[in-house]
Structure formats: C-alpha cells, structure tokens
C-alpha cells in the first residue's frame, strides 16, 4: 500500500489527503498550523503539526519512507520551493507540487519537482473546453464500476487481431482506440481484423476489475 | 457567438479569458487592478480596468448581455460575493463562481451562482485518483479531433435498434453507453440489438464533426 505525504493541509491538501485516506492510502499531512491539523484528523489518517522546510522534521516523520509527496504550500513560495527541494534530498521519489505561476512552476521543476500541479489553470482550460462544447464531457461518467484505462499491449496480444482477442466477451471491455507507437498515429474505433504490433498502446474502456484480469490472462 | 463576461483576472480569470479567447468568444475580462488588466491586453479580446461590485460599472460594461460571466474573485469574499449577486441581478443568465470554502460555496449559491467552481477540490479529487489507478485516464486522450459526446437520442432514433442506427458505419461514432432516463440505469457497451427509447442519453465517441452531421441526421 502506497505512502503519501501531503505537505500543507490548506483546501487543496485537505480534500488530497481525505481522499486518498478514503481510498485506503497510508496518508502522512504536515501543516504547521496546529488548527489546521486539529481540523485534519478527523479525515486523514495521520495529521501532525510541522514545518516542512525544517528537514530534521522530514526525516524525524519518516517522509523520506513516502512513495509520494506532494506541496501543496500555497502564498508562501519559499516555504514552498524549500520544502519540495528538501524532500527531493531526502530521497522522495515522487514530488508533486503546487504552483502558484508559471516562474514558480519554473523554480520548483529547477529543485527537483517531479510533477507540478496548477489547480486554477487545469480548471480554467477544462472549464473554457466545457464552454465551447456544451455536450462534450471532460471527466468520464465512468466513475466507480468502468474507466478508461490505457494500457501497453501486453507480449499475448501482440500479433493477434481484436476478433481473436475478443475482448468484449471476455472481459466486458471495449478498444476505443490504439496509439501506435512506431508511426506515432491514433486509431480510433478500430476495426475486428485490426493487429495487434509491439508496443502498441491501447485505450479502453473497461470496468474496473477487468483490468486485474486483463494482466493475469496476458501472461 | 457567445459574450463571456471574466470578471477578475488573476491565475483562474486569466488562463480562462486566454483560452476563450483563442476559442474565439467575445470575451469582456474585469479587473480593478490596472497592472493585471495591462498584463491580460496581449491575450483577452477586450481587458478593462473597473470594480466590479459597482452595478453602474457592469451596466456601463455591457456585462448584463454577457451570456455567461465568470467570478473568478479570490481572496476578497465579500467582492466575490458582493459581484455575484449584482451580476444575476442585472439579468446575466449564466453566472459561474469560484469559492474559496464550502461556507462560501453555500454562501455564492444562495446569492444566486448558477455553477460553482472549485479549482482545489477539483484537482485534489483528480490527483487523487489519477493516484489510485494510475493507468485511468481522467482527461481524455480525444482532444482535438474526437470528443466523447453526451446526448439525448434525437426522436427519430427511438425504437431503432443499434444495428439498424449503424452509427460506427454512417458517422464514425461508437455508443459506449446508455442512460436510461426510466430507470437511471447506465447500461456500458450496449450491444447491437439494444433499442433506444425515449430520454436515453447516449454516451458517445465521436469525431467532432460528427456531431453536426447527427444532428442533421436525427431530423
Ligand atoms: N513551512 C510549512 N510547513 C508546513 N505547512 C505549511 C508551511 N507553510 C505553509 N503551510 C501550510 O500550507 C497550507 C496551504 O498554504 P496556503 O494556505 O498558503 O495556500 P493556499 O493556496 O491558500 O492553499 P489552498 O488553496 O489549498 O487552500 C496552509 O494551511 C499553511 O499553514
Ligand atoms: N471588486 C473587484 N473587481 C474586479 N476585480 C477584482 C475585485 N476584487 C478583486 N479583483 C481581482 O480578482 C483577481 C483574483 O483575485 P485574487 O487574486 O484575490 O484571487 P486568487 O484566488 O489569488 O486568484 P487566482 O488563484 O486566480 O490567481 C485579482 O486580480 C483582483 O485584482
């Protein structure tokens, strides 16, 4: 089971760690607000009272034993930039961090930031697509029982074609497209005599169970 | 083609005015700051400086033909507030708000926002997800060409079953599911022989173009 480190409890932290401790997570949130983290306990698992540019509180806390960090620090960019360049010396692998503008996402990428996180400018570009396209869905009602997943062609596969495969009946799943990797095309809706090639990578939808199942008939 | 009213220009109010404008909407984006309305001329169609809790202003602006306007007022509640209210007041039909809190979130909805916005609780849902499966997609890989689609099935595709509709063959477009309005069932991959009946929505996947050719053909 993953560890998750939230550093920073403020909106954004809050609803990420009471998320992830609803989705079972073994969530770990800083704040060095201690109202804040009173606030914190009832939905995170674990809720302390830190600052997270200290690195002796990072280490004492066991964050560098996280598969995953993310800074949530908000209006105070330095703490923000020094707490994610900490966490990448004390040997995080994965560093999320949040931006408040495009020379701040600069300098946290500069420190070490794996990945950074712009709340208001993914919102505002979905937000201005929805607006445009009334009816097209930016997040898939596919949420709890089916998804859409995007999987590489597992060795099985390949060399087979998607009547062979039959993947509807199998496993209730549907290939709605095929990235192919050499010639770097998107095929949507391909057809039943489509072959499968090496390092194909396919898009499908698909419930949820179906893609433990997919893995275990793939070897 | 429709008049969007931004009202604040900051990250959220910036990033939207942007993108709509390179949508191609008439955009009217609001700020009392006159540096960020500086900032915004090069990328909003039209960037006034002007405080938008004062009725005359919006009168004066234009702003009460704006088929949408979006608050996107942050740290000042009581102008995030304060707008909202005006704005529904003076007649703009479509009022989108961004909210700091769930307190505020209520408090925007009772002074009349039709949508609220919540850039934080967004991502953080999102990211936790894209964290729990993290081969699911949460944006679709469709952008540009395809989309998936939301529609209610045009009378003349009731009673009709998928077979005869032969929607893969005529519009390129496939049905990954089907709500039914009877039984707010969501039925995936519905097979062939699945007839339509009256409110279904369809879930498609479909060129964006295709959409247009449909609903000529539904008529
Ligand atoms: N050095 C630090 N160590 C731990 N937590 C910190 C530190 N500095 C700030 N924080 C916390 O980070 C949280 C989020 O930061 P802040 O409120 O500045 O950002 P925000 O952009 O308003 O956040 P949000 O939009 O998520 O509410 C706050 O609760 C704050 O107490
Ligand atoms: N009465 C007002 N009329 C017009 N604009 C206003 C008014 N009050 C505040 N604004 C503007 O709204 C913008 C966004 O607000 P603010 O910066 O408080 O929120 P924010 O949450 O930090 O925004 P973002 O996260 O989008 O950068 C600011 O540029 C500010 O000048």
């Known amino acids: 089971m993953k560890r998750i480190a939230v550093i920073g409890l403020g909106n954004f932290g809050f609803y990420l760690g009471r998320e992830l401790t609803r989705q079972g997570f073994d969530v770990l949130g800083l704040d060095v607000r201690k109202e804040v983290v009173q606030h914190a306990k009832n939905d995170i698992a674990v809720a302390v009272t830190a600052d997270a540019t200290q690195k ?9 034993e996280a598969d995953v960090a993310v800074v949530t620090i908000g209006t105070n960019m330095l703490a923000s930039i020094l707490s994610t360049f900490l966490l990448k010396e004390i040997g995080v692998r994965n560093v999320y961090a949040k931006a408040l503008s495009e020379e701040h996402e600069r300098i946290l990428r500069r420190v070490g930031a794996d990945q950074i996180l712009f709340p208001e400018k993914d919102l505002a570009l979905s937000l201005a697509r929805r607006l445009a396209n009334p009816n097209m869905l930016e997040y898939l ?6 998804g859409i997943f995007e999987v590489e062609a597992p060795p099985a596969f390949v060399g087979k074609t998607l009547r062979e495969l039959d993947l509807i009946n199998r496993f209730g799943t549907q290939v709605l497209a095929v990235r192919q990797a050499r010639s770097d095309t998107l ?7 489509f072959v499968i090639r090496p390092a194909d990578v396919l898009i499908l939808l698909a419930p949820n169970q179906a893609m433990a199942q997919l893995n275990k008939a793939a070897q």
């Open 56 to 64: 002796e509180n990072l280490l004492d806390l066991g964050v560098a």
């Open 141 to 146: 009602p596919f949420i709890g029982d089916h």
């Open 187 to 193: 095929t949507f809706i391909p057809k039943a005599d």
